[in-house]
């Protein structure tokens, strides 16, 4: 760990709330919709589009709203009311403006590492509303570079590292995902730390358990202090 120069972090339910946002949208439109279908169909149908537009639109807020809309038209076979796209554009426009909500140990974890690493944010999702909650969680100071990523797929984060200007094996990534944070780090050489929250979307949670020598997992972020 003596090489390790650059610490990055994920930002949704790594270092704030994000997918119970999701979840509660989610939750609202099944029950909106649940005259054509039972809420357990829609939600499948749902998750089949947003995954279906990933490559169009990216991740994120915005993408997710177009997703619901694209669901409401096929589920009501285009008979969709007016009132029932604003309800949806409605709900979108909520999860925009919600308030940030740190998760535990992750102040602590910023403020120990400041100054003795460069510390990152990596993430995906809609530019400008990362750009708003990294400003609204007041957690912007500590970082030397926010990276807001259309996807974090191993060539993504070889792009990173080089821009960094770093090696690998010099390269840490914390986050809540296996699938996106972890494993193609640990396939570049580079070391991974996992710190699952307790609910992740469908689209990225991975079976397989990891073992790698670069890799570590813990219940709360300001533990990696431990190993540093
Ligand atoms: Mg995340």
């Not at 949208?25 to 357990?40: A, L, N, S």
């Not at 038209?73 to 949806?88: P, R, V």
Request: glycine share 6%; hydrophobic share 40%; with cysteine.
């Amino acid at each position: 760990m003596n090489k390790l120069k650059v610490i990055a972090f994920d930002a949704d339910d790594t270092l704030w709330v994000n997918e119970p946002y999701f979840q509660e949208v989610e939750k609202k439109f099944c029950e909106m919709m649940e005259d054509y279908h039972p809420q357990h169909t829609i939600s499948r149908e749902l998750l089949k589009i947003e995954i279906a537009n990933l490559s169009l639109y990216g991740y994120g807020v915005k993408g997710y709203i177009l997703s619901m809309i694209e669901a409401a038209l096929h589920i009501s076979g285009k008979t969709l009311s007016i009132e029932a796209i604003q309800k949806i554009l409605e709900l979108g426009k909520e999860m925009l403006e919600k308030p940030i909500e740190l998760l535990d140990g992750v102040e602590e974890v910023l403020q120990q590492l400041q100054g003795k690493y460069r510390l990152v944010v990596a993430t995906k999702g809609d530019l400008l509303d990362q750009e708003r909650k990294l400003k609204k969680s007041g957690l912007e100071k500590y970082f030397h570079h926010i990276e807001i990523m259309s996807d974090k797929q191993e060539a993504d984060y070889q792009k990173l590292i080089r821009h960094l200007d770093i090696a690998p094996e010099e390269f840490m990534m914390i986050g809540n995902s296996l699938k996106s944070d972890v494993l193609p780090v640990l396939k570049l050489g580079g070391i991974g730390v996992h710190v699952p929250y307790h609910t992740t979307w469908a689209h990225e949670t991975v079976e397989h358990k990891v073992e790698h020598e670069n890799f570590y997992q813990f219940a709360h972020a300001n533990e990696v202090l431990a190993v540093l």
